[in-house]
């Protein structure tokens, strides 16, 4: 399993999917819900005074007057409890814990609602924060599947999640394989319904679909692997645990919406397709020793689901293996990488995944020894730990189950600052400064100078301090597809957009809508990249449709929103057939006034018509993103 899944697998996708999800069976949880009720629970409990039926138009009419309140409901001993917001709760001389300030005041009818039904005081419990849904499928956890993409956007490989991470600079990343893809790999989400660890069909053919068609995960913005194994003549110097890793990272795209969470997935919610739903938690990252020889590691991945084994070879007498090296083949060449042998299945596809011990992330899994159903007794784990201290993953951080980074920070910077510097300084520097040098210097210096620098500088920057601009109003369909984001380029093929007099270092996002009035509906945007203004105030994209359907199938009307910190802007733009005057991208807006050819003789992809207008707006989503990520790249090292 020392590679991706590639090539021929990918043949005849939606019949094995259609067929995998007739295998999904309700999950345990799910079928003991459906048998649990108020009758069992009361016969299980003995009465509590009040009750909850009683109770809930006291804790209604709390949770409405505060959203620090997370919860009220009896304890063991039928006490009324109030979970509260740390930041809400002081602690007494007696060492009990009050509710302060309004959120005592919202509790005032439970406070009472306790004394009345239970004769005791209401207890005030304090949280780290209220209670949230607990997941959706935007939510990224380890283990879960990714497809790599070709330059049309279709998938050409399949691999799992290792762990979500913070990026040196704050951005969503996730760590995996190396082997998966090279550096400026696209890639996207996979359904977890339609992977063969949620059909269940864990050794079949590979089975695959996109969780959201059109919306890309993110690039590649790092890999490697190897080096590869020595051959006479090699520098013997390259072989180091530093140099003989199996690692890559995905930068998630801002846009995509996505999140990552400090957990692995079990993959028993898998037919739900939010695997955030039942996972494990990470606690953190753990250095594999010696002292783990015979624990029990998990690992997690697309294709087999949850596998578990102990850090050692059990079959025929082998001996563990901790702190070494493998040579990982890739079907051509073999990898020397670093990290530690699991007595566990490994199944093409679950390269990348999740490995923990103990809770504690512990390593990605970069190959084994699987030969097809009935064999393969061992995993290959590339060692996070080591992994980490090399000049490629410096500075990403993996995340952990319950990070709360914001609130600590937030009471003491905010309140002790204000009362006293605000006071002081007003009054003093009012009185004096101003009235001197308001009279005597007013009549000459003012009255000239502020009347027009005024009026020119302010009122530009005030009401209309951007503009939007799209290369062209109507473009041909043969001019609107490109192959790659090279031709786009070169070609000037698509729409460019371009908003100026932007805050320098602000974000603008630009929203595509499929139809003129589509922004002002519910309708959700085609496409939605948010890119940074540069130093001129400056922030452009480019938007094209993929040759993967025929160049027809993106006729049509677009709107384009471009939002930024003074508000939004809009523009509209065709595609048309080219016998019908589109211009072919030269418009007297940004074009270059090569675009005349009417693109008859280009070359034709795809088959049939109601395919093609189905995926129209899938494609160009994917063609957007495709630019969008190239782009950041190519800035990220000026």
Same mark, same amino acid.
């Given at each position: 399993?020392?590679?991706?899944?590639?090539?021929?697998?990918?043949?005849?996708?939606?019949?094995?999917?259609?067929?995998?999800?007739?295998? =999904?069976?309700?999950?345990?949880?799910?079928?003991?819900?459906?048998?649990?009720?108020?009758?069992?629970?009361?016969?299980?409990?003995?009465?509590?005074?009040?009750?909850?039926?009683?109770?809930?138009?006291?804790?209604?009419?709390?949770?409405?007057?505060?959203?620090?309140?997370?919860?009220?409901?009896?304890?063991?001993?039928?006490?009324?409890?109030? @979970? =509260?917001?740390?930041?809400?709760?002081?602690?007494?001389? /007696?060492? &009990?814990?009050?509710?302060?300030?309004?959120?005592?005041?919202?509790?005032?009818?439970?406070?009472?609602?306790?004394?009345?039904?239970?004769?005791?005081?209401? &207890?005030?419990?304090?949280?780290?924060?209220?209670?949230?849904?607990?997941?959706?499928?935007?939510?990224?956890?380890?283990?879960?599947?990714?497809?790599?993409?070709?330059? @049309?956007?279709?998938?050409?490989?399949?691999?799992?999640?290792?762990?979500?991470?913070?990026?040196?600079?704050?951005?969503?990343?996730?760590?995996?394989?190396?082997?998966?893809?090279?550096?400026?790999?696209?890639?996207?989400?996979?359904?977890?319904?339609?992977?063969?660890?949620?059909?269940?069909?864990?050794?079949?053919?590979?089975?695959?679909?996109?969780?959201?068609?059109?919306?890309?995960?993110?690039?590649?913005?790092?890999?490697?692997?190897?080096?590869?194994?020595? @051959?006479?003549?090699?520098?013997?110097?390259?072989?180091?645990?530093?140099?003989?890793?199996?690692?890559?990272?995905?930068?998630?795209?801002?846009?995509?919406?996505?999140?990552?969470?400090?957990?692995?997935?079990?993959?028993?919610?898998?037919?739900? #397709?939010?695997?955030?739903?039942?996972?494990?938690? &990470?606690?953190?990252?753990? #250095?594999?020793?010696?002292?783990?020889?015979?624990?029990?590691?998990?690992?997690?991945?697309?294709?087999?689901?949850?596998?578990?084994?102990?850090?050692?070879?059990?079959?025929?007498?082998?001996?563990?293996?901790?702190?070494?090296?493998?040579?990982?083949?890739?079907?051509?060449?073999?990898?020397?990488?670093?990290?530690?042998?699991?007595?566990?299945?490994?199944?093409?596809?679950?390269?990348?995944?999740?490995?923990?011990?103990?809770?504690?992330?512990?390593?990605?899994?970069?190959?084994?020894?699987?030969?097809?159903?009935?064999?393969?007794?061992?995993?290959?784990?590339?060692?996070?730990?080591?992994?980490?201290?090399?000049?490629?993953?410096?500075?990403?951080?993996?995340?952990?189950?319950?990070?709360?980074?914001?609130?600590?920070?937030?009471?003491?910077?905010?309140?002790?600052?204000? /009362?006293?510097?605000?006071?002081?300084?007003?009054?003093?520097?009012?009185? #004096?400064?101003?009235?001197?040098?308001?009279?005597?210097?007013?009549?000459?210096?003012?009255?000239?100078?502020?009347?027009?620098?005024?009026?020119?500088?302010? #009122?530009?920057?005030?009401?209309?301090?951007?503009?939007?601009?799209?290369?062209?109003?109507?473009?041909?369909?043969?001019?609107?597809?490109?192959?790659?984001?090279?031709?786009?380029?070169?070609?000037?093929?698509?729409?460019?957009?371009?908003?100026?007099?932007?805050?320098?270092?602000?974000?603008?996002?630009?929203?595509?809508?499929?139809?003129?009035?589509?922004?002002?509906?519910?309708?959700?945007?085609?496409?939605?990249?948010? &890119?940074?203004?540069?130093?001129?105030?400056?922030?452009?994209?480019?938007?094209?449709?993929?040759?993967?359907?025929?160049?027809?199938?993106?006729?049509?009307?677009?709107?384009?929103?471009?939002?930024?910190?003074?508000?939004?802007?809009?523009?509209?733009?065709?595609?048309?057939?080219?016998?019908?005057?589109?211009?072919?991208?030269?418009?007297?807006?940004?074009?270059?006034?090569?675009?005349?050819?009417?693109?008859?003789?280009?070359?034709?992809?795809?088959?049939?018509?109601?395919?093609?207008?189905?995926?129209?707006?899938?494609?160009?989503?994917?063609?957007?993103?495709?630019?969008?990520?190239?782009?950041?790249?190519?800035?990220?090292?000026?």
């Amino acid at each position: 399993m020392g590679n991706p899944i590639k090539g021929n697998r990918f043949v005849a996708l939606s019949a094995a999917v259609a067929l995998g999800f007739g295998t =999904v069976a309700l999950t345990a949880p799910a079928a003991m819900a459906a048998t649990s009720g108020p009758d069992k629970a009361a016969d299980a409990a003995p009465a509590t005074p009040g009750g909850p039926q009683a109770l809930a138009p006291a804790a209604a009419k709390a949770f409405g007057a505060s959203d620090k309140i997370a919860a009220i409901g009896y304890d063991k001993d039928g006490k009324l409890v109030a @979970q =509260v917001v740390k930041d809400s709760v002081e602690k007494d001389a /007696d060492g &009990v814990y009050a509710a302060k300030g309004a959120v005592k005041t919202a509790l005032k009818s439970a406070a009472e609602f306790a004394k009345k039904t239970t004769g005791d005081d209401l &207890v005030v419990s304090p949280v780290s924060a209220t209670y949230k849904a607990t997941a959706a499928d935007t939510d990224l956890v380890g283990g879960a599947g990714y497809m790599t993409l070709d330059g @049309q956007g279709a998938p050409q490989g399949l691999c799992s999640f290792g762990f979500p991470a913070t990026g040196p600079d704050g951005e969503e990343a996730i760590i995996s394989a190396g082997h998966c893809g090279e550096e400026g790999t696209q890639t996207a989400v996979e359904k977890p319904s339609a992977s063969n660890a949620g059909t269940g069909d864990i050794h079949g053919e590979a089975t695959t679909d996109f969780l959201h068609p059109g919306k890309a995960l993110g690039e590649m913005t790092y890999s490697q692997f190897g080096p590869a194994t020595y @051959q006479p003549g090699d520098d013997l110097g390259q072989y180091t645990p530093e140099n003989s890793q199996d690692f890559s990272v995905i930068t998630v795209d801002p846009a995509s919406g996505y999140t990552g969470k400090g957990e692995v997935t079990d993959w028993t919610t898998a037919d739900s #397709d939010v695997l955030a739903d039942s996972t494990v938690d &990470v606690t953190g990252v753990r #250095d594999v020793t010696q002292d783990d020889v015979g624990k029990t590691a998990v690992r997690s991945g697309r294709t087999s689901g949850q596998q578990e084994g102990p850090v050692e070879l059990t079959n025929d007498g082998a001996t563990a293996i901790v702190d070494g090296f493998a040579p990982i083949g890739d079907g051509e060449t073999n990898y020397m990488v670093y990290g530690f042998a699991i007595n566990a299945l490994g199944i093409p596809g679950d390269s990348g995944g999740a490995v923990t011990i103990d809770g504690e992330a512990a390593g990605i899994v970069s190959g084994s020894n699987y030969a097809g159903e009935g064999t393969g007794d061992f995993v290959w784990a590339a060692e996070l730990y080591q992994g980490l201290q090399n000049e490629g993953l410096q500075g990403y951080e993996i995340k952990t189950a319950g990070e709360e980074p914001t609130e600590d920070p937030t009471e003491d910077p905010t309140e002790d600052p204000t /009362d006293d510097p605000t006071e002081d300084p007003t009054e003093d520097p009012t009185d #004096d400064p101003t009235e001197d040098p308001t009279e005597d210097p007013t009549d000459d210096p003012t009255e000239d100078p502020t009347e027009d620098p005024t009026d020119d500088p302010t #009122d530009e920057p005030t009401d209309a301090p951007d503009e939007l601009a799209l290369s062209t109003s109507e473009i041909a369909a043969s001019k609107f597809v490109a192959d790659d984001e090279e031709q786009a380029e070169a070609e000037d093929r698509g729409v460019t957009y371009t908003v100026t007099n932007a805050e320098p270092g602000s974000e603008v996002t630009f929203d595509t809508f499929s139809g003129i009035s589509s922004a002002d509906s519910e309708q959700e945007p085609t496409k939605s990249v948010t &890119v940074t203004a540069d130093e001129n105030g400056t922030a452009s994209s480019r938007i094209w449709g993929m040759t993967s359907a025929e160049a027809e199938a993106y006729i049509g009307d677009y709107q384009v929103v471009a939002t930024t910190t003074e508000g939004e802007l809009s523009g509209e733009f065709s595609v048309v057939a080219d016998d019908d005057g589109g211009n072919g991208g030269e418009d007297g807006g940004d074009g270059d006034g090569n675009g005349g050819d009417d693109g008859n003789d280009l070359p034709r992809t795809g088959s049939t018509t109601g395919p093609l207008l189905a995926g129209a707006a899938g494609l160009v989503a994917i063609g957007g993103a495709l630019v969008y990520i190239a782009r950041r790249r190519h800035t990220a090292g000026e």
